[in-house]
């Protein structure tokens, strides 16, 4: 069998059409044509007034707490699990970011270690929706608006996902998506910034194209700001794939019942939890196993590399790599995060790629059941 990757797209001729377009026809002024239908029908699918398409989740994350007025001295809570996107934006608007411990069934921000994270400084909290799990919007939001905190929602790997009947991305003051590669709905690299509030959608209009006001004169900007802007072809991939949400959505809950199924009876492994009123889209399939294994994720990694498998390890906590190991708010989160340490060295994301077919999954399951027979 090949290698099996631990992610990889689903393109069809419909994705090739709609790019094959864009490249031959959409330039100077009809460059922004699938730019206007993709923005437009991503805004409809998530139930949202305004979707601007940008170069990735990481500047419409930037975008957003420079919207918001988020600066120097400000804090702003994220989990403690997540990769470093959803806090590297924090710093490039001086702000300081505190990690929050996360929900041991979710793996999602924890709503009570939220609430006692915030301070008279903080201005701002980032849930994430954690492999296409969701944390428990609803509390969130209530503590954030009792606080007077904005919310900005990273929906990142969510595509789809649903708490309580609305959609990933239909919370906050904005929400955010990527489009990077190993995403389920891709464009590549690209992201989404969603927002109900005028105010926030004209200033992200200004800010992402170099600080120019709708009427000003022509290079003569009202202010120095970014360049952040999808390409037509990008644009033209993410409508061709968003006109096919439904289809890899349901391949993704597809590809997790083979995994459950085909590990339903091994002991001591908790896969992705679904909690009821949740729809889970499980963007990466995840792996947590017990301690008593005495099996580590990256000794369990090198295992299934052995047998052609490519796996990734679960975050690792933000407060523990090298990047934070002198912020005085890590190591604040080291000793306070105790979710965190101890669900991470066990977590290992497996190939949950829209090519998986069930044998496939088969095989992925039945060697690592092989693996947990011989564990120490
Ligand atoms: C939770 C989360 N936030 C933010 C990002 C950043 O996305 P991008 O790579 O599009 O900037 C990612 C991407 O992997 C992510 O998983």
Request: negative net charge; aromatic residues 10%.
């Amino acid at each position: 069998m090949e290698r099996l990757l631990v992610s990889g797209p689903s393109i069809t001729q419909k994705e090739i059409d709609y790019v094959t377009d864009a490249v031959t026809r959409c330039w100077y002024s009809d460059a922004n044509i699938y730019h206007n239908k993709f923005e437009k029908a991503f805004a409809e699918y998530v139930g949202r007034r305004y979707a601007i398409a940008l170069p990735s989740c990481t500047s419409a994350i930037h975008l957003s707490l420079l919207a918001l007025g988020i600066g120097p001295g400000d804090e702003v809570i994220v989990p403690d699990i997540t990769w470093i996107a959803s806090a590297a934006p924090i710093h490039y608007v001086g702000a300081i970011p505190v990690f929050a411990d996360i929900d041991s069934k979710t793996w999602c921000l924890s709503a009570e270690s939220f609430e006692s994270c915030i301070t008279s400084k903080t201005k701002a909290v980032i849930p994430v929706d954690l492999y296409g799990n969701m944390p428990n919007m609803d509390q969130l939001c209530q503590i954030a608006q009792k606080h007077g905190i904005a919310v900005i929602e990273d929906a990142a790997e969510a595509i789809g996902s649903e708490f309580n009947g609305k959609q990933a991305g239909g919370f906050g003051d904005t929400s955010v998506f990527s489009f990077h590669g190993s995403k389920t709905l891709t464009t590549g690299e690209g992201g989404m910034l969603l927002t109900d509030r005028e105010d926030l959608y004209q200033r992200v209009l200004v800010l992402r194209d170099h600080g120019r006001l709708p009427d000003d004169k022509m290079f003569f900007n009202s202010e120095v700001a970014y360049k952040y802007k999808m390409s037509s072809m990008q644009a033209a991939l993410g409508l061709a794939q968003l006109e096919r949400i439904e289809e890899l959505i349901t391949r993704k809950r597809e590809i997790f019942a083979w995994y459950a199924e085909s590990l339903a009876e091994v002991e001591g492994i908790t896969l992705n939890y679904e909690r009821l009123g949740t729809k889970n889209t499980y963007w990466m399939i995840t792996a947590i196993l017990d301690s008593k294994y005495n099996l580590k994720k990256e000794a369990l990694i090198t295992l299934l590399d052995k047998d052609g498998i490519d796996s990734r390890p679960f975050f690792f906590p933000l407060s523990s790599i090298p990047a934070y190991a002198n912020h005085p708010q890590a190591e604040l989160a080291r000793q306070r995060n105790k979710i965190s340490y101890t669900l991470s060295p066990y977590g290992v994301n497996l190939p949950s790629g829209l090519y998986l077919t069930q044998e496939k999954v088969a095989y992925v399951a039945n060697t690592l059941k092989g693996i947990l027979q011989l564990a120490p």
